[in-house]
């Protein structure tokens, strides 16, 4: 089983690997862990640590935390292979043989959410575009521009997106990200389902500048250029956290798209065993999703595509599909309505298994729009997700994280949302449908309440 070890070495160790500027290898870090078969190409990742207030429960995480990255508090991560016949022996004898093993987690495989079933599309990308108001947006000065906008996929084509699109895309090819041995360049990657994210994300936003981080063109043993490892988000955050970190404090704003997820137990260990990610909080990258959200970042996933009317092949949940980062409190977590306003039917329902209230809210797909997959519609919601990124984008023009925080624009766009069915809340739409008006006029309202 491919997993997880945290470990905790000297201070000066750790600040090497917390430094961006400085290469560490896995062999520097955890030379000699026995019956673990250690990755060398994969750079090991800081793992901050998350700290209550004064007076807090040391080991709740929830409760206000700061994720604290300073050499006393941080682990490292490295990624490894253990013998399935050898696992649940190895696993609890590792801190006992390693004091600085803090623990060992899964790795599960992580693959895209296109969609189920061949049903033709409803309606086009030009409708998207007229439901999120784009025209409206453009005029009250929300149009992207200077907000960075990772999406975190298979890779983007910008050839296509520019012909697809009619206008030139903004790129930052410099804050894009690979991991180490994957071969590439970002923004040049064969059209796919990251290019399909990216379209759909700049209906919302087109003057966003993208971040290009194909995590999903997977190069593990037997794995498909749709599917990943959850270790290289684990490291395509960290390096999202730099990228923040570099912002000016009083203007940051990075939207962060995954319509990716885990869709089997079987790569996970069980619910109830601390390496466990589905269900568990406290795995590194679930703690991973709560920094970069504490340090200013809108953080948007697919809610799944496990809806029980048309239920994706691979899902293998019998029940609560929308599991780990999918259903993080700290995440906007996006299902999937057509240009009518109808849930379709692979949509996943809650509750999550991190948050009960999942999903937040619903966005469109099914629409005739990036033609990454010729004729087909871009859909699931895996293209649900980037239209609501979009949105979250344009919000962020003029809205960056210190005037309106990531918890606060979640709240604002759960609160506006028009409502689809019983009042309130409910597990097949959320809190309702994205509604650009209803944002528009509550941020009016919290601009002249400021004033």
Not at 2 to 10: F, K
Not at 300 to 314: E, I, Q, V
């Amino acid at each position: 089983m491919r997993v997880l070890i945290q470990l905790r070495p000297s201070p000066d160790l750790v600040s090497a690997v917390a430094d961006p500027g400085r290469a560490v290898t896995t062999a520097d870090v955890a030379d000699g862990l026995p019956g673990v078969e250690l990755d060398a190409g994969f750079t090991p990742v800081a793992l901050p640590r998350p700290v209550p207030a004064t007076g807090g429960d040391p080991l709740s995480l929830n409760q206000p935390l700061r994720f604290s990255l300073a050499a006393e508090d941080a682990s490292v991560l490295v990624r490894g292979t253990i013998s399935d016949d050898d696992l649940a022996t190895r696993v609890s004898m590792l801190p006992g043989l390693r004091p600085d093993v803090v623990g060992v987690f899964s790795d599960p495989v992580i693959e895209t959410s296109p969609t189920c079933g061949g049903d033709p599309p409803v309606g086009g990308w030009r409708d998207v575009e007229r439901l999120l108001d784009v025209p409206r947006l453009r005029a009250e000065g929300l149009d992207g521009s200077g907000v960075a906008l990772a999406v975190v996929d298979t890779g983007v084509n910008l050839d296509h997106l520019a012909v697809r699109l009619r206008h030139d895309v903004r790129f930052d090819a410099g804050r894009s990200w690979l991991p180490a041995t994957m071969p590439g360049r970002p923004g040049a990657f064969p059209v796919d389902h990251g290019t399909m994210c990216a379209f759909d994300a700049l209906l919302g936003a087109p003057e966003a500048t993208l971040l290009d981080l194909p995590l999903l063109r997977s190069t593990r043993p037997g794995g498909s250029v749709m599917d990943g490892l959850l270790s290289d988000a684990v490291a395509a955050f960290a390096h999202l956290r730099d990228v923040l970190a570099a912002q000016p404090e009083s203007s940051r704003a990075l939207v962060v798209n995954n319509s990716w997820g885990s869709f089997s137990p079987e790569w996970d260990f069980p619910v109830g065993h601390p390496g466990n990610y589905s269900d568990n909080g406290a795995h590194p990258f679930n703690l991973m999703v709560a920094s970069l959200d504490q340090a200013g970042a809108d953080i948007l996933f697919a809610a799944g595509n496990c809806g029980r009317d048309c239920p994706d092949g691979r899902c293998a949940f019998p029940e609560r599909p929308i599991t780990g980062a999918n259903s993080h409190p700290r995440v906007l977590s996006i299902g999937g309505v057509n240009v009518r306003g109808e849930r379709v039917g692979y949509s996943s329902q809650g509750p999550g298994r991190l948050a009960e209230r999942k999903p937040d809210v619903c966005a469109y797909t099914h629409f005739a729009g990036s033609g990454a997959y010729g004729d087909e519609p871009d859909s699931g919601t895996s293209a649900a997700a980037p239209v609501a990124a979009g949105l979250v984008a344009a919000v962020r023009t003029l809205w960056p994280a210190s005037r309106l925080s990531p918890a606060q624009l979640r709240a604002l766009l759960r609160r506006t949302a028009e409502d689809r069915s019983t009042v309130g809340f409910d597990y097949d739409y959320g809190y309702g449908v994205i509604d650009p008006a209803g944002i528009l006029g509550a941020l009016r309202r919290r601009a002249q309440s400021a004033a």
